[in-house]
C-alpha cells in the first residue's frame, strides 16, 4: 500500500515591523472580520504561491503590490506588499496598510505607496525589521 504524501508549504509570508509592532496586522485589528479573509489569502498563497492569489492582486508601481481583500460592505482593505525582497520566488513581504479605493482605482491614502517604499528601504538594510506571518 503506498503512502499519500502532502506538499508542505514552501511559500512564506512576512510582515515590515516597526518598534516591534507590524504595521499591518496593526491596522487590521480594528477590523477583524476583514482580518480574517485577509489571513485566508495568505493561507491560500502559502499553500500555492502568487498564482493562486492573483486575481486579487493589483499592481501599484516599482515592484509594489496591493492585495485586495475582499469585503460585502465599507472599504476594502488593500495591504501593500513586495515579492521578497530577499527570494522573489518563495516569499512576498507586507510593508504597510492600505485601502483600494474602486472610483478612482488606487491604493488610498495616497502616502501609503510612498510608506511602503521608506519601509522597503529600511527593511534591506536591516532583515531584523520583519516577522514571519
Avoid at 469585503?71 to 522573489?88: A, K, V, W
Wanted: hydrophobic share 40%; charged share 25%; net charge negative.
Amino acid at each position: 500500500m503506498g503512502v499519500i504524501q502532502f506538499r508542505q508549504p514552501t511559500y512564506a509570508v512576512h510582515f515590515y515591523v516597526d518598534g516591534g509592532i507590524d504595521v499591518v496586522r496593526q491596522w487590521f485589528d480594528e477590523k477583524p472580520a476583514a482580518l480574517s479573509a485577509f489571513m485566508a489569502l495568505l493561507d491560500i498563497f502559502e499553500a500555492g504561491g502568487i498564482g493562486t492569489i492573483q486575481s486579487c492582486v493589483v499592481e501599484i508601481e516599482d515592484g509594489l503590490f496591493g492585495l485586495k481583500v475582499a469585503q460585502q460592505s465599507g472599504e476594502t482593505p488593500c495591504p501593500i506588499f513586495c515579492l521578497g525582497p530577499f527570494d522573489q520566488e518563495t516569499e512576498i513581504t507586507f510593508l504597510a496598510p492600505g485601502r483600494w479605493d474602486q472610483k478612482q482605482k488606487c491604493v488610498r491614502p495616497y502616502s501609503a505607496a510612498g510608506e511602503a517604499k521608506e519601509n522597503l528601504e529600511l527593511l534591506l538594510q536591516d532583515r531584523a525589521r520583519r516577522r514571519r506571518g
